[in-house]
């Protein structure tokens, strides 16, 4: 997708909510649902989901973070988590590859199936999942090594490739995926740090694609970035989409509009509403949800 026409599909998407008449006292949505009523609303539960979460809860000591959260992510999808600062997104994120097992005050309960494996299950091996589950953070983080090296790293530990041949073509194969290969093909010995912002947070893309994940999870991983580096990097999100799902964080509802199949919105730790994209954002059903996307909190 151009960065044109990712501008026109999320100007689109907010000119026809502006647009849209209120057909009821709910406002752009259809129904009139009580802004107190916590119970999600939308379509939480697909057919042939990749990852099927069910009631999970998380606490940090006894603050109650996330709150019986019900949520499917679809096969060759991008899912976008939107809401405001401390809803929960994040958390609920990291639960997806058990990032919040570093957290020693973190517990997690419920059901979160990748497949028919329940990841929370004690005979997990969590470096594994990490592997089928991968994470992009918020701001880049290659490793203190060479271009190559970051992109090699992974699939050395988990005895993915025999020889230099066969790394070697997971290495170029990767940085073509990660829209970086023509930048970096004549410098893969160089330090992976010095890298501009936007090529290190694609570095850190290719060193996620490289172990063959099925999901990608991604946390804001544009906000560090200026807008000619979010361009590339949301480009190259709707590609991978066709190869992975993707889970991701945002704060910018434009490109939550741009680049997702799916929005989920969060609020207070629980998941109040989510569907179609362009439904959310055009014809939202709970005030809430209609509330954050019209900038009247957040």
């Known amino acids: 997708m151009s960065e044109s026409g990712s501008s026109q599909q999320s100007r689109s998407l907010f000119q026809r909510r502006e647009n849209q008449a209120p057909e009821t006292s709910g406002g752009y949505g259809t129904s009139v649902i009580d802004r107190d009523d916590r119970r999600t609303v939308g379509e939480a539960l697909l057919e042939d989901p990749r990852i099927s979460c ?10 109650h973070a996330i709150q019986n959260v019900t949520l499917d992510m679809g096969c060759n999808q991008v899912l976008a988590m939107i809401g405001p600062s401390g809803c929960g ?17 973190c517990r997690v309960d419920g059901q979160i199936l990748l497949d028919d494996m329940d990841i929370l299950g004690p005979q997990v091996d969590v470096v594994s999942l990490r592997a089928r589950v991968g994470m992009v953070f918020q701001k880049p ?14 699939p050395r530990i988990h005895g993915l490739v025999r020889g230099r041949m066969e790394e070697d073509e997971l290495v170029e194969s990767s940085l073509i995926k990660a829209g970086l290969w023509h930048e970096v093909k004549d410098r893969l010995d160089s330090p992976g740090t010095g890298l501009s912002g936007g090529q290190q947070q694609r570095l850190c893309i290719a060193r996620a694609i490289a172990v063959s994940p099925e999901v990608i999870l991604m946390d804001e991983p544009c906000s560090a970035l200026d807008p000619i580096a979010t361009a590339k990097v949301e480009e190259l999100i709707d590609e991978l989409r066709t ?7 945002t704060h910018s509802m434009q490109q939550a509009a741009r680049i997702s199949q799916r929005t989920a919105f969060f609020h207070l730790g629980e998941l109040i ?20 996307i019209t900038g009247r909190f957040g």
């Not at 069910?54 to 006894?62: A, E, H, I, L």
């Not at 983080?141 to 992974?154: H, L």
């Not at 939202?284 to 509330?291: C, F, G, I, M, Y």
Request: proline letters at 6%; aromatic letters at 14%; glycine letters at 2%.
């Open 89 to 105: 997104k994040s958390t609920f994120l990291r639960c997806l590859n058990r990032m919040n097992d570093t957290i020693a005050a």
């Open 141 to 154: 983080n290659p490793f203190p090594k060479s271009i190559y090296d970051n992109v090699a790293y992974g």
């Open 243 to 249: 190869q992975f799902t993707i889970v991701i964080v």
């Open 54 to 63: 069910r009631s999970v809860n998380v606490w940090y000591d006894k603050t």
């Open 273 to 292: 509403e989510v569907g179609e994209t362009e439904q959310i954002f055009t014809m939202p059903s709970h005030p809430l949800t209609e509330d954050y």
